[in-house]
C-alpha cells in the first residue's frame, strides 16, 4: 500500500487545486524587467518630445520670414497670402455671391423653361403652402404597399395620387 503523501507532486487528491505556492522568483523578475522598460521607454519619449520641439522652433523661425506674408502698415489692413492670389478680392466675392443668393431668394424666374417649371419668393412659396395646405394621408386608410399609388388629399379636399415609396 502506498502512501499518498510520500509521492505528493503538488497536487491534492481531488486535482482542483496546486497545492504549493507560487514561484515567487520568476514574478519578481518580471514585474522588475516590466518597470525597467517602462522607465526606459518614459526617457525615450521624452528626449524625443524635446528634440522634436526643439527643431520646431528653429524650423518656425527659419520659416517666418521667408513665408511671404507681409505685416500690415495699418492696424485694421488685411495681411495677403503670397502670390498667385486665387481669389483676388474676398469680400467683393462674398458680397457678390450674398446678392446671388439673394436674388434667388427673393424674385420670380425660371428654372426650366422647357418643363414649365418656376421659382417664387420664398415669402410666396411660403404663403402659397398655407393657403393651399400640405398632402395628408386619410386616418381610416391602412398604408399602402410600396410601390402602389397612394390617395392623398389636402385640407380643402383636393385629391392626388402619389406613388408611394420606403
Do not use: C
Not at 507681409?70 to 492670389?85: K, N, Y
Not at 425660371?110 to 394621408?137: N, T
Amino acid at each position: 500500500m502506498t502512501d499518498t503523501h510520500d509521492t505528493d507532486e503538488g497536487q491534492s487528491d481531488s486535482t482542483a487545486y496546486e497545492t504549493r505556492d507560487v514561484k515567487l522568483r520568476p514574478l519578481v523578475v518580471f514585474t522588475a524587467g516590466l518597470t525597467v522598460i517602462g522607465i526606459v521607454t518614459y526617457l525615450v519619449i521624452f528626449l524625443l518630445f524635446r528634440l522634436f520641439s526643439g527643431q520646431a522652433a528653429r524650423s518656425d523661425a527659419q520659416l517666418a520670414p521667408a513665408s511671404g506674408l507681409t505685416q500690415p502698415a495699418r492696424p485694421g489692413e488685411e495681411i495677403l497670402p503670397p502670390e498667385p492670389r486665387i481669389q483676388v478680392n474676398a469680400a467683393a466675392d462674398m458680397k457678390t455671391l450674398r446678392e446671388q443668393e439673394e436674388a434667388i431668394l427673393t424674385t420670380y424666374g425660371w428654372v426650366d423653361r422647357q418643363a414649365g417649371v418656376v421659382r417664387v419668393p420664398i415669402d410666396v412659396a411660403m404663403k402659397m403652402v398655407l393657403a393651399q395646405g400640405l398632402p395628408v394621408r386619410q386616418p381610416e386608410t391602412a398604408p399602402p404597399a410600396t410601390g402602389t399609388p397612394a390617395i392623398l388629399t389636402t385640407p380643402q379636399g383636393k385629391v392626388s395620387a402619389a406613388k408611394a415609396s420606403r
